[in-house]
């Protein structure tokens, strides 16, 4: 899939969480539809990139098979995302960085087609995604010539990326704000939520199960 490649890109799978809405189960590792979470998304972006990051603080064994090389946290603590964000750019060897969520299965490549647009006219600068009001960070590209900002911010105290990447003057790929590509499978509800919707005749998805996707 050439079209989707940016030139020069690391793509980072974000799946160094303590998985809370799981019960501590590793979100990237649980299954949904005779799959681990992670593998949905390792087959979407694989063709994308020779450089492609999974960020772990756990079973990195299992996670090895999906990545060309495994980052983590510097701390142990799990001090959120931005941890594994800071820690894939270090890495990183492309231009850009694209991040993605481990527990996102449902995106698709007409989604990565338009981030890949959008940074490629944005030269520079963030790209993040912005469902309705709301911007989602975890969905976005970072260019690696950011890094000594975003490590400045990060010994400054800062902790969000969404902040951050505002900061460092993002632009936006708008989608809509009903749009369940984006919906994080993070809890047990959202899983059969979503083999539900998958599931579903050409009628199209229960109005049930579209408002649990959204919610995400």
Same mark, same amino acid.
């Given at each position: 899939?050439?079209?989707?490649?940016l030139?020069?890109?690391s793509i980072?799978?974000l799946?160094?969480?303590r998985?809370?809405?799981m019960? +501590?189960r590793d979100? +990237?590792?649980?299954?949904?539809?005779?799959?681990?979470?992670i593998?949905?998304?390792?087959?979407l972006?694989?063709?994308?990139?020779?450089?492609l990051?999974?960020?772990? $603080?756990? $079973?990195?064994?299992?996670y090895?098979?999906y990545a060309?090389r #495994?980052v983590?946290?510097? /701390?142990?603590d799990y001090p959120?995302?931005?941890?594994?964000?800071? &820690?894939? #750019?270090? &890495?990183?060897? %492309?231009?850009w960085l *694209?991040l993605l @969520?481990?527990?996102?299965?449902?995106?698709?490549?007409? *989604?990565?087609r /338009?981030l890949? /647009?959008?940074?490629?006219?944005?030269p520079g600068?963030? =790209?993040?995604l912005?469902?309705?009001?709301q911007?989602?960070?975890l969905?976005?590209?970072i260019?690696?010539? #950011?890094?000594? !900002? =975003?490590e400045a911010h990060w010994l400054?105290?800062?902790r969000? @990326?969404?902040?951050?990447?505002?900061?460092l003057?993002a632009? &936006? =790929?708008?989608?809509? !704000?009903?749009d369940?590509?984006?919906? $994080?499978l $993070?809890?047990?509800?959202?899983?059969?939520a979503?083999?539900?919707?998958l %599931?579903?005749?050409s009628?199209? =998805?229960? /109005?049930?199960v579209?408002?649990?996707?959204?919610k !995400?």
């Open positions: 899939m050439p079209d989707l490649r030139p020069s890109c980072l799978l799946a160094g969480g998985g809370q809405r019960g +501590g979100k +990237g590792l649980i299954e949904w539809r005779g799959r681990p979470l593998a949905w998304l390792h087959d972006v694989r063709p994308m990139t020779e450089d990051l999974v960020s772990c $603080n756990r $079973n990195r064994s299992r090895a098979i060309d #495994l983590h946290d510097a /701390s142990e959120g995302p931005l941890a594994g964000i800071r &820690a894939g #750019l270090a &890495a990183a060897r %492309g231009q *694209l @969520p481990c527990d996102t299965p449902l995106i698709d490549q007409q *989604l990565l /338009s890949c /647009s959008a940074a490629i006219a944005a600068k963030p =790209v993040m912005r469902r309705g009001q911007w989602e960070p969905f976005s590209i260019p690696t010539s #950011l890094t000594p !900002e =975003v400054a105290g800062e969000s @990326p969404q902040r951050l990447l505002l900061k003057g632009h &936006a =790929v708008r989608v809509a !704000e009903d369940i590509r984006l919906a $994080n $993070n809890t047990p509800e959202l899983l059969a979503a083999e539900l919707a %599931g579903t005749s009628g199209g =998805v229960p /109005s049930d579209l408002t649990i996707l959204q !995400e």
